[in-house]
C-alpha cells in the first residue's frame, strides 16, 4: 500500500545557490549524514532484495511514475542507526517526511531521539506557501526545515509527549543547543561521497538512505548512484549539517 510522503519542492532554488557545498568545507569536513527532499517514484515503493541487501531505483531510466514528493536521510554509517530509531521515526499516515528525515539525521549526530512532529509543523509556519500550517496534513521543503533548526534549534523527545495534540506540541520550547549552526547543499553526487565518507558506497557506486514508514520498508535501502543523480537534477535538495 502507498505510504504518505509530504516534501514540497521550494518555488525557488536561491538557498542552493547562497550556500552550496564549497570545496574548501569539504576539505576539513567530518563524516555527516545529509537529509535529502527528492522526486518518490512508485519504483522506490518495493525495494527488491540481493543478497542482503535492498534496492531501489535500480534501473534509472525506468522508475515508474512519480508518486509525490519525499524526504529521507543519507546515513554515514550504515550501522549507526538504532532499531529503535526504526521503529521511533514511523510517519504513518501523515505527510510529515521532512520532520521524520531531517529530525532522523540529528539523531544520527547527537544519539538521541528528537520530536518530528513539531519540526513539521514549525517549518510550516515559514515556508512560503499559505496553504501549509501548523496542524494540517501539508507537507513542506527540507529548506524550511533547515531554517527551524538553524534559528530556533529542536525538542529533544520525551516520552510524556507521545499524546500531545498538535497545538500543545508546537507551543513546545526548541533548545537552540540542539540545532545546527548552518546547513550547506551538495551539487553533485562527488560531494555527496566527500560529506559521507563512507568507502563502501564509493565502491559500491551507490549510496543508501533511511526512510520513515517503520518497519514496513527496509532499515535501510540503497541506490545506485546514477539514480541519486537523476533525483538531484530533477529539483532534488541534499543538505549537509553542521552541528551545534
Keep these: 500500500m502507498a505510504k504518505a510522503l509530504g516534501r514540497k519542492i ?11 557545498l564549497r570545496a574548501a568545507q569539504l576539505a576539513v569536513m567530518k563524516p555527516q549524514p545529509v537529509v ?29 511514475y512519480i508518486r509525490g514528493g519525499h524526504c529521507v536521510c543519507m546515513p554515514h554509517l550504515t550501522t549507526a542507526d538504532a532499531t529503535a530509531w526504526q521503529l521511533f521515526y514511523n510517519q504513518g499516515e501523515e505527510g510529515a517526511c ?11 549526530l547527537n544519539r538521541k531521539e528528537f520530536n518530528p512532529w513539531w519540526l513539521w509543523d514549525l517549518a510550516k509556519t515559514v515556508d512560503e506557501w499559505a496553504e ?4 494540517d496534513g501539508e507537507g513542506t521543503s527540507v529548506r524550511a526545515a533547515m531554517d527551524i533548526l538553524r534559528t530556533l534549534g529542536h525538542v529533544p523527545w520525551a516520552k510524556e509527549m507521545k499524546n500531545l495534540a498538535w497545538q500543545e506540541r508546537d507551543k513546545l520550547t526548541a533548545l537552540a543547543a540542539e540545532g545546527i549552526s548552518e546547513n550547506r547543499w551538495a551539487l553533485k553526487i562527488d560531494d555527496l561521497f566527500s560529506v559521507l565518507q563512507n568507502e563502501a558506497y564509493k565502491k559500491r557506486g551507490a549510496i543508501p538512505f533511511l526512510n520513515s514508514w517503520g518497519l514496513s520498508y527496509p532499515h535501510v535501502t540503497w541506490m545506485p548512484c546514477e539514480t541519486w543523480d537523476r533525483l538531484m537534477q530533477e529539483q532534488g535538495e541534499f543538505t549537509m549539517i553542521t552541528d551545534k
Excluded at 10 to 20: G, L, Q, R
Design 98 to 108: 521532512v520532520g521524520f528525515g531531517s529530525s532522523r539525521a540529528m539523531s544520527l
Design 36 to 64: 535529502v527532499g527528492i522526486n518518490w517514484y512508485s519504483d522506490f515503493d518495493s525495494p527488491v532484495k540481493k543478497g542482503r541487501m535492498y534496492w531501489v531505483g535500480l534501473n534509472a531510466k525506468k522508475l515508474g
Design 132 to 135: 501549509t500550517n501548523a496542524g
Design 10 to 20: 521550494p518555488t525557488d532554488f536561491t538557498h542552493v545557490e547562497k550556500y552550496p
